[in-house]
């Protein structure tokens, strides 16, 4: 299976967003504030492929923080979906 690839902490931080897969695995990365929060995260939501999100069921959702360990969490995360996903 190929490697997992995020963006760096500066792209978060400039508020966008990013699709991505894993095997098939798919999942959509999302910077935003949460409602009664002031500091911003990335909300990742994941679904099996080969279809868009729009047409596929969200199977998970995560929130993790604009930071660099949020960073790492997610990527773990994003791992672990993608390895219960796959198999």
Request: a negative charge; glycine letters at 8%; charged letters at 20%.
């Amino acid at each position: 299976m190929e490697a997992l690839f995020i963006p760096t902490l500066s792209f978060w931080e400039n508020g966008n967003s990013w699709y991505g897969s894993l095997g098939q695995t798919r999942f959509f990365l999302q910077t935003g504030t949460a409602e009664g929060e002031t500091e911003p995260s990335i909300t990742a939501r994941v679904w099996r492929g080969p279809m868009a999100m729009e047409f596929s069921r969200i199977l998970d959702t995560a929130r993790f923080p604009v930071a660099q360990e949020g960073l790492d969490r997610m990527t773990a995360w994003l791992e672990e979906q993608a390895e219960k996903l796959n198999h």
